[in-house]
């Protein structure tokens, strides 16, 4: 075993993993994403080693690592420049999303909360965001409050020209807010605004929290921090911060669409509520692809490390004998547990960028100033797809994550493997930006409401087009594993759609009031329904993209890619498709599973090189497990030896424990 | 919201908590667990709080931990006060798996190992072991070998009257062994025993590897620590160990069944190698049992933290005002999200005691000597339950505390929560004492192996015979769900079996060698086939509990947690229900959700009384979310206000880097 096996199985890929990276990434972005780790390589500050550190050792370096990235000014703006903006922010995430999450959420959420809700009067502060001159932070949760936003409680009065804060309750505290706990000098908050005795309403407003010079919070304001966390997180500093009549100026109000006059009157051009929540609130959609993006990277972790270890682990063979045993990753089931989340690394990543695409589209035309129906409903439908996106891509990363380290074994569960720190860091992605199940709710609740115009849908991405024709059941297997797929999840997401909004008549003909029925068609029907919408429209935009990609030579083992990733995730609704009558008859489960474990199959000997394609260099990686030259026992003995011969203090103690229990004995 | 709403909630309950908990328990065993803590409660060394510990210090503790409790002189002998030993156990283990790995490694395994391979040589070292006058670790695991302990590759060699250990190559040093790095004195090492210049096999050994005084390792050894781990692991000293011409005393050899005699002849009365190994490795298999009521205790915990906390989270409700907002545990979808794990923690204990009962049975009779054919069926069917519940039970553990996590929303993820530790803290169970994919295998082999006898079945726990009879197909739903979803499951069992032996010999006859074919049946057939089997038993099992249960007042709520949970995990087999052609159409499977969405429903009112009956102590439990007096905004308050106005030392650079770019954007 001198050369490690993972040459062997790189030689056995039909494709050349560069051309294929090029094909899904875009050569610009991966050159970019290489200047950023060359740059971070070079940098003492961003080296680090297995220990887990303490929470103020994790922020510190955090603090530090961040002060090298804005001193390179690399961090531009997503709309200016597009293309670096990505490739650092990809390799940022991959790094470490805590340093990432330090960046996003002053420029990305912060920042850009400021700019869509702010009006002129936030130019200044603006251009001291983007200049990293203070530090901001989004304070949206309270304790009491995450996923209900509309019923936080902090309440902004006006009185005597300024705005009073303050925090009625011990669940009105905000909470969550990274940044905040230590470092952030501004805040968006939001509250209720009261104007003469009358409350208007859930706002966005802008303030000073502390002095940026001695880092004092100002009068009225205490932050406090929240403690250990799991993961990356340990080094975010999300902060709690509770006010006792604080005062700001009447500036802080982001008055786009609202304002009060001089006068102390409050005015406005909302026609309801409800529209000024979701422009307030605008901005958090954004995220969401982002999220998309987390779970995507997730897989990608997971599967790197995963499968090169099941290369360079050997266990059991045909014939006794430690020179027969053959790697981990030739039998079918360890494929068959890790393949798919190869498969889904690389369709969620076309899959994003695509969504991407749409959706810079449709922010330019917002920004454009566009108003039409056209655009409302490419709004609905950015939001439906993200919300069912965000959760499916979130679900299948963490899941991933968990499945891999089950995978390497007890190895795996050294911290050295990275497996369950990046489940930890991701495990959040589940919640924040939208906890999925409550998102779910939002991608059923449009597809619903399109229930009474099937045959006359149409949306800017037709990603609900299919739902016009009745789609017919099961007939036969073609040769194209994708089509049958996509055949199979339009009747299930029109048979859900259907069946779930006649068990939501039912249950209102039978009394119950909406928001009852919202809850109750929620189990096997609209959370189904939301997620086999969001898979449909995954396999199929991963299919497009297949026809249109110019260069050839990586086109079968992507073919290879979406055909496992298509059959893995349409075998989870087996058992619906037989409920709602696509097929019956054991034959096609049979079939079904049968072509799974093929597509598995058919992926062995692409592994290894799909895995280069996709695999962060070694450095972003960091781990033992994983790296790129397969070596894993030597990466873990390089590690072990590093505790040589180890005495802690209280192996004193013990010794003469021992010698006293020993004498006891002897009495 | 003066009084917490959790007490509404236990007033919903049909039953009384203390009744269920004593008729599943046994009184003596809470009372005893009651007292264990206690004793706990009025020690400082037993008191936490929910900072994160490091390595170092988190080591300290146990081992300050283990000493008291070794103080105490309460962990007995299993056998001999086998009351006191599960009360403890359980406490413990509940408390910090960190600190009972502690405890059972030196006594559960390195003490039994030399119990059960040693001979009367080895007593004095017993006895030792048993006074606590010595620290044991259990060395199998080599860098390069788990699962296959066969080929494991230290050398033990027979030389001069001694025996000399060798670490021929990076892949045969020890590894992952418990206690090891700074603590053992002595440890039982598996090698291959080579004497006169034959490899005898695999064997075990018992050495000493330190000075108990100085603590320094003996010559030809040397020892270090695996670096971090994740969870309670992190307390837990981790091993590794290579010898060089490490010399040890004839006596090092656990000669039960075979010995080296005074003139270097190795004598045997072994029948065959197989048989040897499955001697030296008969005390791993009571591990599993253990394994098991981890993935109980990960369930209660789970069901514990998360249904409290959704009874004090409120968010949304029928109409607007926060005054409105109803718990989140009135969700169906929370319902269903969290239910199936709450019935899962206490059928599992159920089964688990029972499983527990037959075991020391069987392990008397193999004590008292026995050597029956019946007897060793019972082995086999020991082995097959117990690597087939180790798995079930481990997984649904480690998947209700990432569930539970996700349903706390935001706060799930606090330290403080615990819920990502302990997922953590139940993440290796799923592999060690045999891999769960792994071990399965050992069960459908003997079930595999039972297919030809079909008709004459019988095994004294009679978990198979079930088999003898052809089962019919679905005709219609009775009044009892666990009856109809026992049904399924035969039909299920009994299907899997035939088709998965049918693939067999058709591979075999297409002229594979019976290690592909193993390999090639697993997934959809092998796998699920032993999975089907086990739980089968489970549900079996519970149902026999509740028929014999003398206290009539808590059968009926058993029997709502029992329907749920036997629901629950058929519907996960639904597809393969279809496949094996056990139903057809789309109703069979539509009705069986309905009966989980409705079995789910049912458990509402009870399930904080229920989540009562099986919670630990607040004390052991430990979690700001799942207190017992409902006050989790309180908790989660009272640890945030610790870390008011926190000013690390690098806020001071931030101060200046912040001002600095100001001054540099005013050039
Ligand atoms: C690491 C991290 C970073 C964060 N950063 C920020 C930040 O910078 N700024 C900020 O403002 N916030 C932040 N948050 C907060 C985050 O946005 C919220 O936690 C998130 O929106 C989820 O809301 P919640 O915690 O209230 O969940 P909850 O709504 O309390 O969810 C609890 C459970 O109730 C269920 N549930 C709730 N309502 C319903 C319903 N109607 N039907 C069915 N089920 C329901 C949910 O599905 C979930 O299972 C952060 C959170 C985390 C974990
Ligand atoms: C926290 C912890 C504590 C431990 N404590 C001890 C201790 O005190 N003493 C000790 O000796 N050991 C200890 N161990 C080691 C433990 O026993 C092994 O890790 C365990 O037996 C799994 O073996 P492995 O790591 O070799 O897994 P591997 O066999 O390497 O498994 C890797 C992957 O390969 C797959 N695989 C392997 N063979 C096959 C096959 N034939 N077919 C299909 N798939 C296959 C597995 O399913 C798995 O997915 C500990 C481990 C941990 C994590």
């Known amino acids: 075993m001198s050369a490690p096996l993972i040459d062997k199985y790189r030689k056995m890929a039909t494709f050349d993993w560069k051309k294929l990276k090029a094909a899904v990434e875009g050569e610009e972005h991966v050159r970019l994403k290489s200047e950023v780790v060359a740059k971070m390589k070079s940098e003492p500050v961003f080296h680090r080693d297995y220990r887990v550190l303490s929470r103020e050792e994790q922020r510190e370096v955090v603090h530090q690592r961040w002060k090298k990235i804005v001193e390179w000014g690399l961090f531009k703006d997503p709309y200016s420049d597009l293309e670096n903006f990505h490739a650092l922010t990809e390799t940022l995430e991959a790094y470490d999303q805590g340093t990432s999450a330090r960046l996003f959420l002053h420029g990305n959420v912060f920042g850009a909360a400021v700019k869509s809700m702010g009006t002129d009067r936030h130019k200044d502060l603006i251009q001291k965001t983007e200049n990293n001159e203070i530090v901001g932070a989004f304070c949206l949760t309270e304790v009491g409050h995450g996923s209900n936003t509309a019923e936080i409680q902090t309440t902004a009065t006006f009185d005597n020209g300024e705005l009073v804060f303050n925090t009625p309750s011990v669940s009105a505290i905000k909470c969550w807010a990274g940044n905040l706990a230590h470092s952030a000098t501004h805040v968006v908050v939001y509250a209720q605004l009261h104007v003469e005795g009358k409350n208007e309403g859930f706002h966005g407003f802008v303030i000073q929290v502390r002095c940026p010079r001695t880092f004092q919070t100002l009068p009225g304001i205490t932050i406090g921090d929240m403690g250990s966390k799991p993961g990356c997180w340990q080094g975010v500093e999300n902060g709690w911060m509770e006010f006792k009549n604080?005062?700001?100026?009447?500036?802080a109000l982001l008055n786009k669409g609202c304002d009060i006059t001089p006068d102390g009157k409050y005015v406005t051009s909302f026609k309801s509520a409800s529209e000024k929540q979701s422009v307030s609130l605008g901005t958090l959609s954004v995220g969401?692809?982002?999220?998309?993006?987390?779970?995507?990277?997730?897989?990608?972790?997971?599967?790197?490390?995963?499968?090169?270890?099941s290369v360079a682990r050997r266990q059991f063979g045909p014939v006794k004998g430690a020179e027969n045993e053959i790697p981990v990753l030739e039998y079918p089931l360890q494929q068959y547990r890790l393949f798919p989340y190869l498969s889904a690394a690389i369709c969620i990543r076309i899959f994003q960028k695509k969504f991407v695409g749409h959706f810079t589209e449709y922010m330019m035309r917002v920004i454009m100033g566009e108003k039409s129906d056209e655009l409302s409903e490419f709004s609905k439908e950015v939001h439906a797809l993200s919300s069912g996106a965000k959760p499916v891509a979130t679900w299948l990363g963490v899941e991933s994550l968990g499945e891999a380290r089950k995978a390497c074994g007890g190895h795996g569960y050294l911290q050295m493997s990275r497996l369950n720190t990046l489940r930890d860091d991701n495990d959040p992605s589940q919640t924040f930006e939208g906890e999925n199940f409550m998102i779910l709710q939002q991608t059923s609740n449009i597809l619903l409401g399109k229930a009474q115009s099937i045959g006359s849908i149409e949306t800017p991405m037709s990603t609900m087009s299919f739902l016009n024709q009745k789609p017919s059941k099961f007939s036969s297997w073609s040769s194209n594993p994708v089509n049958d797929v996509l055949s199979a999840y339009r009747y299930l997401t029109y048979h859900l759609l259907q069946t779930t909004s006649a068990e939501a008549y039912r249950l209102k003909a039978s009394g119950k009031n909406s928001f009852e029925v919202r809850n109750e068609i929620q189990i096997h029907r609209a959370v189904n329904l939301s997620v086999a919408y969001t898979?449909?429209?995954?396999?199929h935009w991963v299919q497009q993209f297949l026809k249109e990609i110019e260069d050839q030579s990586v086109k079968p083992v992507l073919q290879k890619v979406l055909n496992l990733f298509s059959l893995f995730l349409l075998e989870r609704h087996l058992a619906t498709l037989y409920i709602t009558g696509y097929a019956s008859g054991g034959k096609f489960g049979e079939d079904l599973r049968e072509k799974l474990r093929l597509a598995v199959a058919e992926l062995k000997p692409e592994a290894i090189a799909l895995v280069d394609s996709i695999a962060p260099d070694d450095f972003i990686l960091h781990s033992a497990l994983g790296a790129s030259d397969g070596k894993a026992y030597e990466h873990i003995m390089e590690e072990f030896r590093k505790y040589t011969n180890e005495q802690p203090r209280w192996v004193c103690d013990l010794a003469q424990f021992l010698q006293k229990r020993s004498q006891g004995s002897k009495l």
């Open 535 to 539: 898979e449909h429209t995954m396999i």
């Open 288 to 309: 969401r692809l982002g999220i998309i993006a987390k779970g995507m990277m997730a897989c990608t972790f997971a599967s790197t490390i995963a499968i090169r270890y």
């Open 246 to 251: 604080h005062r700001a100026p009447l500036s």
